[in-house]
């Protein structure tokens, strides 16, 4: 029998076996419990680099599909607004109508027409000046040349032009709406009652066309860009998965075999009274 204070090449030997095996044991432990498998620079540095960088693009798609979520609000606001006119310039052309059926409307009917103009194109007025969407008006020509970012990449712009929706900005060659307001040129007591369809329908076109113009901005730029946002996050995020996640299977298979590896030298350096130390330290890690 061996008598000696000092281990031997045998009792080093399955030391380090223990040691390794424990760290191992550790590792696995670790992963399965983070479910990842890159913790710390020292996994696989490549590995944590990749991520960052995939991250870094992540972050900036979700900013992009928030961009889009606020162009979409920006849109349904301002044709919420476009709406509205038009049923406002529909109502007058009804007024305009009613009155050029001269021979039998009475001079008060024209007026209370007239007053229904005016009230309706102070409304549309209205919803030139207070169509908004996050502080920033829509329809009063300062809308004129809206620019969104719907990429990761901040050079690739998509711009949308809302018009001005202002009586005095409505109509055509004829005339603008305001002319058909009390005293104007186009006004029910005029007698120019052609003249006032006329810039009626330019304005109803105008708003018409503005609407289908944002629609299609909406339903192509903006559906596209969300689509090809969407994918892309999806194919990001399982790169980032396949490289930084823990593969569940193999781990608990590397875990199971570092137990057994463990076990092994434990049993080897338990007949060791020196080893005890060591011994109880690992197993209380455990």
């Not at 001269?102 to 030139?128: K, P, T």
């Amino acid at each position: 029998m061996r008598i000696s204070i000092n281990p031997s090449g045998v009792d080093l030997t399955a030391q380090n076996n223990l040691m390794r095996a424990f760290e191992l044991l550790t590792l696995s432990n670790q992963r399965l419990s983070t479910m990842k498998r890159i913790n710390s620079g020292s996994d696989d540095p490549a590995g944590l680099i990749a991520v960052g960088q995939i991250e870094a693009e992540l972050a900036s798609l979700e900013a992009a599909s928030r961009n889009a979520s606020r162009a979409v609000g920006t849109i349904h606001t301002a044709d919420s607004g476009l709406a509205e006119v038009s049923d406002l310039l529909n109502q007058i052309r009804g007024n305009v109508v009613a009155v050029a059926n001269s021979g039998a409307i009475s001079d008060e009917e024209v007026a209370a027409n007239q007053i229904e103009v005016n009230a309706a194109i102070d409304a549309i007025n209205l919803i030139s000046a207070n169509t908004n969407y996050g502080g920033r008006n829509l329809l009063d020509g300062s809308a004129d040349s809206l620019t969104f970012v719907f990429s990761p990449d901040v050079a690739d712009t998509s711009t949308l032009s809302l018009p001005n929706v202002h009586a005095t900005a409505l109509g055509g060659e004829a005339g603008s709406l305001s002319d058909l307001a009390a005293g104007g040129s186009a006004s029910m007591s005029s007698g120019q009652m052609a003249k006032a369809l006329e810039i009626i329908d330019s304005a109803a076109s105008q708003v018409r066309n503005a609407r289908v113009e944002a629609g299609a901005f909406e339903k192509y730029t903006i559906g596209s860009s969300m689509r090809l946002i969407d994918a892309s996050e999806v194919n990001l995020s399982q790169a980032v998965s396949t490289i930084r996640d823990t593969n569940v299977a193999e781990e608990t298979s590397n875990y199971i075999r570092s137990q057994i590896l463990f076990n092994s030298a434990l049993a080897t350096l338990q007949a060791n009274s020196e080893s005890r130390g060591l011994i109880g330290s690992l197993l209380s890690a455990i």
